[in-house]
C-alpha cells in the first residue's frame, strides 16, 4: 500500500482480555518496528524484525506482549491479560532496510484499558 | 531506556521566527533523523544526516550534527503556524539496527 496501515485506530478494552492490534507496512519495505507511546511521552521500542532474521524483542516489556510478523509482510502485536499500565498508543512503522533510511509510521493505534 | 534528550522541552514563537531545537544522546551513532508527531499520532520523517555529515538541508529545514559533542540541532526558518506539532531526534546507534527516540520538543507557532 502507499502507507503504514493499522488497525484499529482506538480499542477499549477490560483488564484482563486480550487484545490484538494489527499493521500492514508498505510493500516491499524489509524492516519492522513497534514502538508505543504514553500520553505526553517519547517512543518506547518494543521489537524489530527485519527480513526472515529472528526478532529483536529486547523491548517487549513482559511475557504478556508478544508479535510475529507472517510472509514478510503483515505484523500482529498481541497483548494478552491486559492491565491499565498497557493503555499508550501503539506505533508501527516500516523502513526499506534495517539500517540507515527513514521510517514511515502508521497512524497508531491508541489502546485503552479499563 | 531513552539516548537523545531535546532542549527545550517546549518553545513558543511567533510566525515568521526561526525555531531551534537542540538533541543530545549518549553514544556513537550511525545516523541521527528528525522527525515530526502532529496531534500525538503517528510520526512523518523530516531529515536523517549520517555520523560523517556535519550539516544537510531540506526546504525549510537546517540540521546540524556534532559527533564529538554527541549533539545535533535543528533549525526551522521563517515558521509557520502548520509547523506547531512535536519534534522528536532519534538516533541508530552503531551496531543496533533500530532507532532510539527522544522525549521531543513541542513548537508552538503563533500567527
Known amino acids: 500500500g502507499a502507507g503504514v496501515s493499522q488497525s484499529p485506530s482506538n480499542k477499549v478494552t477490560e483488564k484482563g482480555k486480550d487484545v490484538e492490534l494489527r499493521c500492514d507496512p508498505i510493500?516491499?519495505?524489509?524492516?519492522l518496528y513497534w514502538y508505543r507511546q504514553s500520553l505526553g511521552q517519547g517512543l518506547e521500542f518494543l521489537i524489530y524484525f527485519q527480513g526472515n532474521s529472528a526478532p529483536d524483542k529486547s523491548g517487549l516489556p513482559s511475557d504478556r506482549f508478544s508479535a510475529e510478523r507472517t510472509g514478510g509482510s503483515v505484523s500482529t502485536l498481541t497483548i494478552q491479560r491486559t492491565q491499565q499500565e498497557d493503555s499508550a498508543v501503539y506505533l508501527c512503522?516500516?523502513?526499506?532496510?534495517?539500517?540507515?533510511?527513514?521510517?514511515?509510521f502508521g497512524s497508531g493505534t491508541r489502546l485503552t484499558v479499563v | 531506556s531513552q539516548q537523545g534528550e531535546e532542549d527545550p522541552q517546549a518553545l513558543s514563537i511567533q510566525e515568521g521566527e526561526n525555531a531551534t531545537m537542540n538533541c543530545s544522546y549518549k553514544?556513537?551513532?550511525?545516523?541521527l533523523q528528525w522527525y515530526r508527531q502532529n496531534s500525538g499520532r503517528g510520526l512523518v520523517h523530516l531529515i536523517l544526516i549520517r555520523s560523517n555529515e556535519r550539516e544537510k538541508h531540506s526546504g525549510r529545514l537546517r540540521v546540524t550534527l556534532d559527533t564529538s559533542k554527541k549533539s545535533s540541532s535543528l533549525l526551522i526558518t521563517a515558521s509557520r503556524a502548520a509547523d506547531t506539532a512535536s519534534y522528536f531526534c532519534a538516533t541508530e546507534g552503531t551496531g543496533f539496527q533500530k532507532l532510539v527516540f527522544g522525549t521531543g520538543t513541542r513548537l508552538l507557532v503563533s500567527p
Open positions: 512503522a516500516s523502513s526499506l532496510s534495517g539500517s540507515g533510511y527513514g521510517y514511515t
Open positions: 510493500s516491499g519495505h524489509t524492516a
Open positions: 553514544t556513537s551513532i550511525n545516523n
